[in-house]
């Protein structure tokens, strides 16, 4: 074969392997079911914000048996529909791996064509570069082949350095596929947690309505005399946890604290649930889903990071039961508890404490599930559990607490100077007076 037809050959093996592209028709199906769920997404959180609507009605009017019925059935709507929602995006970023798996498998072709064909372009090359290039350009018969011949060594050139810088991208596509697979896969393992997370907070609501509807017997005379009961024990244990305060002779040094406004807790719930509450600030009154502030005293205005006895020693948020509670702060689970185990004891109700390693501690109370244990380490963001109405709680919500470490114990009211009110053999966290502080200091 002469050089020119040599090379016509080495070019025509560069350019000859064409990658055979994924199906237009199962990308194209692909797409149109992810479409179709995000369009499901959409209509369902339009549902979703119509509920929560009907939800902040109901919060203004006076609290009632069937408002309270209401309000968990409502509740379990909204929920079952963040179900769905969070089924679809599931679905959606399962076709997404789909379809990335299906354009991994079409680049992981071209880049094994591209080689095969480099591979032959070379080694024809070497072939030709056995006679060196001026033999064969002056052996030729004419000057015209042997310019051609000039011109297609070129021309072979350029198209290896194409083909090259063609492989190049094709390998920096297919490892930006693989890491949007690899995104995908997170974002699936975050959502079937939330879905898991969704389905137990369902089941929360369902049993709260369940209980409730046992202890009231579905009477509205009952649901009063429930709640004037709840009032009377809570007026009650407060004043023997005021009596205990007093004797606590612990110390709380305020120079080993954080600095107030320093911002070192984080919002106890998620970013999307504190975005709504933004939202909805019009319900609340404030941006953050605040129905109780803390102190509202003279001297808790005066000192807005201690807390002196009278007045609300946390902040409560409004959350409807089941909804996700985060660890404030990363550290260790100092203790866990459930005051309705002590009967007639009207107060934390379910309650999770974390130590941290700046002179803080965090309470979450009322909730309706614990998902840590004494002494586990957790991480700032980590799931301590569901918010409900366990204990002192006429509707649902989470009571937020931030403690000086160094002024508070847990134990039980009877341990200290013989309590005997109704809570007296119940574990809770106590602290001195000046150990209570404002969350919104450290928030």
Not at 150 to 174: G, K, M, Y
Not at 234 to 262: M, R, T, Y
Not at 399 to 418: D, N, S
Request: include cysteine.
């Amino acid at each position: 074969m002469k050089f020119g037809g040599r090379f016509l050959l080495i070019f025509f093996v560069v350019f000859a392997l064409i990658p055979l592209p994924v199906s237009a028709d199962q990308v194209s199906d692909l797409q149109a079911k992810i479409n179709a769920n995000n369009q499901q997404v959409a209509a369902l959180e339009a549902e979703i914000a119509a509920f929560q609507k009907q939800l902040d009605a109901l919060g203004t009017k006076k609290n009632t048996l069937q408002s309270t019925i209401s309000a968990l059935s409502l509740s379990q709507k909204q929920l079952a529909s963040q179900i769905k929602v969070t089924q679809s995006k599931i679905a959606s970023a399962n076709l997404k791996i789909q379809e990335l798996t299906l354009s991994i498998g079409d680049k992981e072709r071209t880049i094994a064509q591209n080689r095969a064909a480099i591979a032959k372009a070379l080694q024809g090359m070497a072939e030709g570069e056995q006679v060196s290039l001026l033999t064969q350009v002056f052996s030729s018969d004419s000057l015209t082949q042997a310019w051609e011949a000039a011109d297609q060594a070129i021309q072979f050139n350029q198209a290896l350095e194409h083909d090259i810088r063609s492989l190049r991208t094709v390998r920096a596509a297919l490892a930006s596929n693989r890491d949007e697979v690899s995104a995908q896969k997170a974002q699936l393992v975050t959502l079937e947690n939330q879905l898991t997370v969704q389905k137990r907070s369902v089941d929360a609501n369902k049993s709260a309505q369940q209980q409730l509807l046992a202890q009231t017997k579905n009477q509205e005379a009952n649901y009063q005399k429930l709640i004037a009961q709840k009032q009377a024990a809570q007026k009650a244990f407060e004043q023997e946890l005021n009596n205990l305060q007093n004797q606590l002779n612990l110390i709380v040094h305020p120079d080993l604290l954080p600095k107030v406004g320093s911002g070192v807790l984080s919002w106890p719930f998620s970013r999307a649930f504190m975005a709504g509450c933004a939202q909805r600030r019009g319900a609340y009154g404030n941006p953050f889903c605040i129905t109780q502030y803390f102190g509202n005293t003279a001297f808790s205005t005066a000192n807005p990071q201690v807390y002196n006895g009278k007045g609300h020693n946390a902040i409560d948020f409004g959350a409807p039961i089941g909804t996700p509670v985060y660890a404030s702060m990363g550290g260790t689970v100092l203790g866990t508890g459930n005051t309705d185990l002590i009967r007639g004891c009207y107060s934390f109700g379910k309650w999770v404490m974390v130590i941290h390693g700046n002179g803080l501690s965090t309470l979450y109370s009322h909730l309706s599930a614990i998902d840590v244990a004494k002494g586990q380490q957790v991480s700032a963001g980590q799931l301590l559990g569901l918010s409900g109405m366990t204990g002192y709680a006429t509707g649902p919500h989470l009571h937020f607490g931030v403690y000086a470490t160094e002024g508070t114990q847990i134990m039980t009211l009877r341990q200290f100077r013989g309590a005997n009110a109704g809570c007296a053999d119940a574990t809770m966290p106590v602290a001195t007076l000046t150990g209570y502080l404002n969350p919104l200091s450290y928030l």
